[in-house]
C-alpha cells in the first residue's frame, strides 16, 4: 500500500507531527547518525485520541515523508477463530516488515486485537495475539528500520503489558482541533475549489466547535455537494450544465447549512421527532 500523504496535507498537529518526526522520520532518514551517537529508538508508538482526528492520515504521512514503506493493518481483520491463525497473521506481517524495510507498520484499532488479558468472551484468541506481538516487539531489535505505530481512541482497553518501555514507549495524544486547525483543515480541503469570495473561514472555524478534522473534511464536502444540487436544478441539460460550469461557486450559506447539517448527524438527530417503540 503506498500512502501519498505529505505533511502539507494534514492541517495543525505541529505538536503530534514533530514527535513523529522526532521519533520515525529522522531515525530512519539519518540511521548513521543515530547509531554513531548511540540513541535507542523507540520500538513502537501509540497514537490515541477521539475518533476522526487524523491518526491514520499521521501515520501515512510519516511513512511518506521518511520514504519508507507502509503496511497498513485494521486490528479486527487479524481476529481468526481457527486456532493460531491470528497469531500466524501477526508474524506475516513482521516478516513482511522485515522484508520491506525500511518500513512502517500501522496497527489500526489495536484494542480489538489486544485488549486487556482476561477479559472478554474470545479472551483465549486475543491473549495469544498479545502473547505473539509481545513476542514479536521484543525481538524487534533485529528489526532495523521497523518502525512500529498503532492507534486507538479507547487506551483505556489496551493491555498494560504493550504499554511498557520497550514495546509501545512512545505514547502520542492526538487531540480535537482548536479554532485555529479547523480553519486549516477546512482551507486545505477547499483548495483550488471555486470558493466566493466573501466566505469566512474565521467564522466557519468557530461554527464547528467540538468538530473533528473528519467532521471538518465532511463539512467541506457537503458545501460542495449543496451548491452541486442547486446547480443541477437549475440546468438539468448537461450541455446546459457544461456551458454554466463556470457559475458555480461554494457560498458562506452553504457551509453554514453544510455545518448545519453535519451537526444534526453528529447529534443523530434527524430533524424530526422520532417514535421510539416502547415496550414493556
Known amino acids: 500500500e503506498s500512502p501519498d500523504v505529505e505533511w502539507i496535507d494534514i492541517g495543525g498537529l505541529d505538536e503530534v507531527k514533530r514527535e513523529l518526526q522526532e521519533a520515525v522520520?529522522?531515525?530512519?532518514?539519518?540511521?548513521?547518525?543515530?547509531?554513531?551517537?548511540?540513541?535507542?529508538?523507540?520500538?513502537?508508538i501509540l497514537m490515541h485520541g477521539p475518533s476522526g482526528t487524523g491518526?491514520?492520515?499521521?501515520?501515512?504521512?510519516?511513512?511518506?515523508?521518511?520514504?519508507?514503506?507502509?503496511i497498513s493493518v485494521k486490528g479486527p481483520e487479524l481476529l481468526s477463530k481457527w486456532v493460531g491463525e491470528s497469531e500466524r497473521g501477526i508474524r506475516e506481517i513482521f516478516r513482511r516488515?522485515?522484508?520491506?524495510?525500511?518500513?512502517?507498520?500501522?496497527?489500526d484499532e489495536i484494542d480489538s486485537i489486544a485488549p486487556i488479558r482476561g477479559l472478554g468472551g474470545d479472551s483465549m484468541v486475543t491473549e495469544r495475539v498479545v502473547s505473539q506481538l509481545?513476542?514479536?516487539?521484543?525481538?524487534?531489535?533485529?528489526?532495523?528500520?521497523?518502525?512500529?505505530?498503532?492507534?486507538?481512541?479507547?487506551?483505556?482497553?489496551?493491555?498494560?503489558?504493550?504499554?511498557?518501555?520497550?514495546?509501545?514507549?512512545k505514547i502520542v495524544y492526538v487531540p480535537l482541533p482548536d479554532k485555529a486547525t479547523r480553519k486549516k483543515i477546512l482551507e486545505i480541503h477547499v483548495n483550488q475549489k471555486p470558493i466566493s469570495e466573501v466566505v469566512d473561514f474565521d467564522r466557519i472555524a468557530e461554527l464547528t466547535d467540538g468538530f473533528s478534522g473528519a467532521d471538518m473534511s465532511a463539512v467541506a464536502n457537503t458545501a460542495i455537494s449543496l451548491?452541486?444540487?442547486?446547480?443541477?436544478?437549475?440546468y438539468s441539460n448537461p450541455e446546459d450544465a457544461a456551458k454554466h460550469a463556470s457559475e458555480a461557486h461554494v457560498t458562506m450559506k452553504h457551509f453554514e447549512d453544510a455545518v448545519k447539517k453535519i451537526k444534526t448527524q453528529r447529534d443523530n438527530k434527524s430533524g424530526e421527532k422520532v417514535t421510539v417503540p416502547y415496550y414493556r
Open 55 to 70: 491518526k491514520t492520515m499521521l501515520a501515512k504521512a510519516v511513512a511518506t515523508e521518511s520514504e519508507a514503506n507502509f
Open 227 to 234: 451548491v452541486l444540487h442547486e446547480y443541477l436544478q437549475k
Open 134 to 169: 509481545l513476542t514479536e516487539l521484543d525481538g524487534i531489535q533485529e528489526l532495523s528500520s521497523v518502525v512500529i505505530i498503532a492507534a486507538t481512541n479507547r487506551s483505556d482497553m489496551i493491555d498494560p503489558a504493550l504499554l511498557r518501555p520497550g514495546r509501545f514507549d
Open 25 to 44: 522520520e529522522w531515525p530512519l532518514r539519518y540511521p548513521d547518525l543515530y547509531t554513531k551517537l548511540g540513541h535507542s529508538n523507540p520500538k513502537g
Open 97 to 107: 516488515a522485515r522484508q520491506a524495510a525500511p518500513c512502517v507498520v500501522f496497527f
